[in-house]
C-alpha cells in the first residue's frame, strides 16, 4: 500500500484525479492488487494497468471495487462520476487499433477490457479515439441462462410413438370387427 509508481506528467487532470481516488480507494481496503482481484472479476495484472493509468478501467471494475470497499450510494456514484470524466480524456493506446476492433471474450473467470475506436467528434469531424465500455459481469451476478423452448427429452419422442401405435391398433381393430361383422 503507498507504494505506487508515479503517474505519467502528461496525464489530464481529469484521469490523474480519477486514478489517484482509485488508489484511495484500494489502499483503504488494505487488500492486495491479489486478494482484490480474488474478490473482483478482474485480475491482479487488470488493477496494476488500471491504478498505473496505462489502460482505463471497466465501469464494472470501478463499481466492483467500490463494492469491495464498502461504499454505496452517493460515495459509489461518485466514483462512477470521476470515472465518467475520465474515460473521456483517456491518453490514447500507444499501439495502432484498427477501425474493425472488437472486444474479445477472454478465458473464464477474466474480465473483458475497454476498447479503443476511433471516432469522429469535434469541430470538422475530427478522428479521435474513444473507449468503448464492455460490459463485464462476474459469474456470481449474471442471471440463470434458461433456454428459449423448453427442451423435450426423448420421452416427449417415446409417448408420441405410443400414442401413434394406439391409434394404429384401434383403427385395425374397428377394420376387423366392422369386417367380420
Known amino acids: 500500500m503507498g507504494a505506487w509508481q508515479p503517474l505519467p506528467d502528461d496525464l489530464p487532470p481529469e484521469v490523474r484525479h480519477f486514478v489517484e481516488q482509485l488508489r484511495l480507494l484500494k489502499d483503504g481496503t488494505g487488500l492486495s492488487l491479489v486478494s482484490l482481484g480474488a474478490r473482483t472479476a478482474y485480475s491482479k495484472s487488470s488493477w496494476q494497468r488500471y491504478l498505473n493509468a496505462t489502460q482505463p478501467p471497466p465501469r464494472q471494475a470501478v463499481?466492483?471495487?467500490?463494492?469491495?470497499?464498502?461504499?454505496?450510494?452517493?460515495?459509489?456514484?461518485?466514483?462512477?462520476?470521476r470515472w465518467e470524466m475520465a474515460v473521456k480524456v483517456w491518453p490514447k493506446p500507444t499501439a495502432a487499433v484498427p477501425a474493425q476492433a472488437h472486444a474479445q471474450v477472454q478465458p473464464q473467470g477474466q474480465a473483458l477490457v475497454p476498447v479503443a475506436l476511433p471516432v469522429a467528434d469535434g469541430p470538422g469531424g475530427e478522428v479521435?479515439?474513444?473507449?468503448?465500455?464492455?460490459?463485464?459481469?462476474?459469474?456470481?451476478?449474471?442471471?440463470?441462462?434458461?433456454?428459449?423452448?423448453?427442451?423435450?427429452?426423448?420421452?416427449?419422442?417415446l409417448l408420441v410413438y405410443a400414442v401413434a401405435l394406439l391409434a394404429a391398433l384401434l383403427v385395425t381393430a374397428v377394420v376387423g370387427a366392422v369386417a367380420l361383422g
Open 63 to 81: 463499481a466492483a471495487l467500490c463494492r469491495v470497499a464498502g461504499l454505496a450510494g452517493a460515495d459509489a456514484e461518485r466514483h462512477t462520476v
Open 128 to 157: 479521435r479515439e474513444a473507449y468503448e465500455e464492455v460490459p463485464t459481469v462476474p459469474w456470481w451476478d449474471r442471471p440463470e441462462e434458461r433456454p428459449a423452448v423448453p427442451r423435450r427429452g426423448p420421452g416427449g419422442r
